[in-house]
């Protein structure tokens, strides 16, 4: 089983840079791929990010690619959001997901875990 807690998110102006941490528990955590999801109020959760299990590749939604940067840390259980040049689009609940044992994949019901959540508001 593996635990996630996101952390790092806040309120930033339009232009302006945040990092967004997962914390996660577990043996498991170093054969699993991770992904980053974001959703915004009333929409549906979407895809945003995701790495594979040794940190050797990693993919992106078409609307975050060249701004944001997903990285982990096997050592320390972390996995990483660089988000820079933000834009009010990007306002959201941020989740990272755990996918145990598996390749990344863009789709939401193939993570195993997520966590609770945090808020990411990108002022005009």
């Known amino acids: 089983q593996v635990q996630l807690a996101e952390s790092g998110g806040g309120l930033v102006q339009a232009g302006g840079s945040l990092r967004l941490s997962c914390a996660a528990s577990g043996r498991t955590f170093t054969s699993s791929a991770m992904g980053w999801f974001r959703q915004a109020p009333g929409k549906e959760r979407e895809f945003v990010a995701a790495i594979t299990w040794s940190g050797g590749s990693t993919m992106y939604a078409d609307s975050v690619k060249g701004r944001f940067t997903i990285s982990r840390d096997n050592a320390r259980n972390t996995v990483d959001l660089q988000m820079i040049s933000l834009k009010p689009e990007d306002t959201a609940t941020y989740y990272c997901?755990?996918?145990?044992?598996?390749?990344?994949?863009?789709?939401?019901?193939?993570?195993?875990?997520w966590g609770q959540g945090t808020q990411v508001t990108v002022s005009s």
């Open positions: 997901a755990a996918r145990l044992g598996s390749v990344p994949t863009v789709a939401s019901k193939r993570y195993d875990y």
